[in-house]
């Protein structure tokens, strides 16, 4: 069994920098989804709204976009965001908490490194 070391999984989470997250939408939502995988970023999120629920756990959060862009179920919602970068994790806590929803969110972070 081949183990990921605690430097692998610092240099894999460093990727995730306020430039990259900066251009992630439109690399990974719209040229993957469009060109890649040729299915369009609507579909996933009607995926996203099929099973999102009011005791939500995102797990590698990206941007925050689903979470910013889906529709919940009523207004009283436990969310918990996990993910190995902490600047995920800091960009999708400011969408989830820009939504109207702001007062209802219980937000859980743990970050491990």
């Not at 919602?77 to 969110?105: C, V, Y």
Request: proline share 4%; glycine share 6%; hydrophobic share 35%.
């Amino acid at each position: 069994m081949n183990h990921t070391s605690e430097e692998q999984n610092k240099r894999g989470a460093e990727v995730y920098s306020q430039f990259v997250l900066k251009i992630y939408d439109w690399y990974v939502l719209w040229y993957n989804c469009r060109f890649l995988w040729e299915c369009p970023a609507y579909h996933f999120l009607e995926l996203y709204n099929q099973y999102v629920s009011a005791n939500h756990l995102d797990i590698g959060v990206g941007t925050g976009y689903f979470l910013d862009k889906c529709k919940f179920p009523g207004t009283n919602i436990r969310l918990a965001l996990m993910d190995s970068s902490p600047n995920p994790l800091h960009r999708t806590i400011g969408k989830a908490t820009a939504q109207t929803l702001l007062n209802t969110f219980e937000t859980i972070i743990h970050v491990s490194h």
